[in-house]
């Protein structure tokens, strides 16, 4: 009976584990998205790494001119995902969905849809060689 216990506690684990790492190494990567203000779209990058069984990440914000802004914490739970972007007073909630992200951006008490992909598969699916826009 112990025996049977063990086992399927195992194999439980084992699928959780195999779930985290399938959406980390599905996560990690270039992303790119608009960020919706108004009439005006806002390209926005996010380099996401996994290392050691730990996501770190930082920014870019093109039209701002800046890049490689540190992503305080990466929180991911399930094909949960949040970005806590302290030097923004910003946080991005997503979910990963047939490899997109799809979420909202919190920044300032407002809240934006956002949609990021990675390039190449944003490519592949509108036939361009990047998914930023540009105004």
Do not use: C
């Amino acid at each position: 009976m112990n025996s049977i216990k063990l086992t399927m506690a195992i194999t439980f684990l084992t699928s959780v584990l195999m779930s985290f790492t399938s959406y980390g190494a599905n996560l990690k990567g270039q992303w790119q998205g608009n960020l919706e203000i108004g009439q005006q779209l806002v390209p926005i990058i996010l380099n996401v790494e996994h290392v050691s069984n730990k996501f770190s990440a930082t920014i870019d914000s093109p039209m701002q001119g800046v890049k490689d802004i540190p992503v305080k914490s990466v929180e991911v739970n399930g094909n949960k995902i949040a970005f806590n972007i302290a030097a923004f007073g910003a946080r991005y909630e997503a979910s990963l969905e047939d490899g997109e992200l799809v979420g909202v951006w919190n920044q300032s008490g407002q809240s934006f849809p956002l949609q990021m992909q990675q390039p190449a598969i944003a490519a592949v699916k509108t036939g361009t060689n990047a998914a930023v826009k540009k105004n």
